[in-house]
Structure formats: C-alpha cells, structure tokens
C-alpha cells in the first residue's frame, strides 16, 4: 500500500508528529520557538528534554498539543528506580507521554497512573530481527501505547524493514513510532503505509508546508 497527500488531512498528518527538541546543544529561545511552532502547526506532541517540561508546559497550555519528554535516555541504562523517579518527576511537571528506553513495567505503572501514554524504545541498531520481535512482546507485555525504533542518537534510526517487523510483532492496539530519517513528507507518507502512527521529527515545518504546498 502507498499514500499520497490525497489520503490523508493536514490534521491526520501532524497528529503523526511527535515534534522533537532533543539536542543537549538546545537554547532556551531554540526550545520556546519550537514550543510556539507545535502549537502553530497543532502536532500530536512536543517532545522536550526532562528539564523544559514545566516551561513547555506553560508554552503550549490552552493547545491540543501534548507535552512529552523522555526517560532514561539516550542509553537507557539508567536503574528501574531511577526511571520511575524520573518518569513521576516529568509527570508533575506536565508531561502527558513519556518516551522512555527500556526497562518497562514500573515506568508503564506510573504513567498509566496518571493518564499518561508511553513509547517504550528499543533501539534497533544494537539489536537482532530476534530481539526486536521479543522487545515488542515485552512492551506490549508490560502494557505500554507504543513501541519505538530508536532514540534518533544511534547509528541508525528508523528503516522500513524494522518497522514492518515491530507492526507485525505486536497486536493492533499497540501503537509504532519512528525515529530517525523520516524528514519528508514522502518519508512520513511512505511509513504511514506501514501503519506508523507517529514519528519524531525535527522537521515538522517543512513535512507540512510541502503538504500544504501539494494540495
């Protein structure tokens, strides 16, 4: 299956973006403007880092954009305690999704606690077609929303091979997101026809001003 920018409405398509300000080299100007043009392009979310989740929450209060951060990240190898401290942290601040590294369970607790979705990531370039599969029995196991590629910080991101696979491994009602190399519109189109239904993106205002500019 293909789609084009006839099959889907600007809405459908920047409620798949998860706009991301990730960088540590981000400035507090870079993160508000890029608060501001989530707002102004209504994404799904925008994804900051732990410390500019109360002021992101302020920036896009009154807006259907949420507000996500992420957990144990890049590495993941932050203890489960840790995790869950800052998961609960991220939580009172106004975070409503979590995009966390893997270990699961206690962080899915949580969140799910207080109403919040969670992405668990994998990150596939360190991991075998095997592992992947199992990775997303155990996200879908520990109840988490969504499974992730990866954290957009290793060598690889998001590859269609791996998307099919992790769709495919987990039940309807677990959702895959994509991270890393979807900077088009053709490239969100082409993952939406693999039933992503979220991506994260540094690229949010192009993808839309060139769907914009197609219709």
Avoid: W
Wanted: aromatic share 4%; hydrophobic share 45%; with cysteine.
């Amino acid at each position: 299956m293909t789609l084009s920018v006839d099959d889907v409405t600007e809405h459908q398509l920047a409620k798949t973006i998860d706009h991301s300000l990730l960088r540590p080299e981000l400035d507090d100007d870079f993160i508000a403007n890029g608060c501001r043009l989530a707002a102004e392009y209504d994404v799904a979310s925008a994804c900051v880092r732990p410390t500019d989740v109360g002021r992101a929450a302020e920036l896009l209060a009154g807006t259907d954009v949420a507000v996500g951060t992420v957990i144990g990240f890049p590495h993941g190898s932050a203890t489960t305690a840790t995790k869950v401290f800052e998961a609960r942290e991220a939580l009172d601040a106004g975070a409503t999704e979590l995009d966390m590294v893997i270990d699961i369970g206690a962080v899915v607790e949580v969140a799910h606690e207080a109403g919040a979705i969670v992405k668990v990531i994998l990150e596939n370039a360190y991991l075998t077609d095997d592992e992947k599969v199992r990775g997303c029995r155990l996200v879908e196991t520990a109840g988490a929303d969504f499974v992730k590629t990866s954290t957009g910080f290793a060598p690889g991101g998001a590859t269609h091979a791996d998307l099919a696979l992790m769709r495919s491994a987990v039940s309807d009602h677990v959702q895959v997101k994509a991270a890393g190399g979807v900077r088009t519109l053709d490239e969100l189109l082409a993952v939406m026809a693999l039933g992503v239904t979220r991506i994260g993106a540094t690229q949010t205002k192009p993808i839309l001003e060139e769907y914009r500019d197609r219709r």
